[in-house]
């Protein structure tokens, strides 16, 4: 299974950007998607991550501002970001959680897609 980012960018604080993020390869179930980041000097983190059958899980510092969709026919996941600051500047990476056979289940990483915010 690949994943494959796109969106990221440099913007301004206050700004917008929107990151998507598609699956291709064995997929038997797509059992969750989302993003995680990592910011400079710190671990990596969840930003959002939407499974199966449950709401979307955001991180505390996001709500509100983030918005996490996924299609599941797609096997795509979106985050939209508003109300961008200069702390949400950091690597995004995409994140699923995928059965590629019934009983086999897997976590897979996009390469992460830059995402910085000037103050």
């Known amino acids: 299974v690949q994943l494959e980012e796109s969106g990221g960018g440099l913007v301004q604080s206050g700004g917008s950007l929107r990151l998507s993020c598609a699956a291709s390869?064995?997929?038997?179930?797509?059992?969750?998607m989302g993003w995680y980041r990592r910011a400079p000097g710190k671990e990596r983190e969840l930003v959002a991550v939407i499974t199966s059958g449950r709401r979307p899980n955001y991180a505390d510092s996001v709500k509100g501002r983030f918005t996490v969709t996924r299609d599941m026919a797609k096997n795509t996941v979106e985050l939209q970001m508003n109300s961008l600051k200069p702390e949400d500047t950091a690597v995004y990476y995409c994140?699923?959680?995928?059965?590629?056979?019934?009983?086999?289940?897997?976590?897979?990483w996009g390469q992460g897609t830059q995402v910085t915010v000037s103050s």
């Open positions: 994140y699923a959680d995928i059965k590629v056979s019934p009983n086999y289940e897997y976590d897979f």
């Open positions: 390869g064995t997929i038997f179930e797509n059992v969750a």
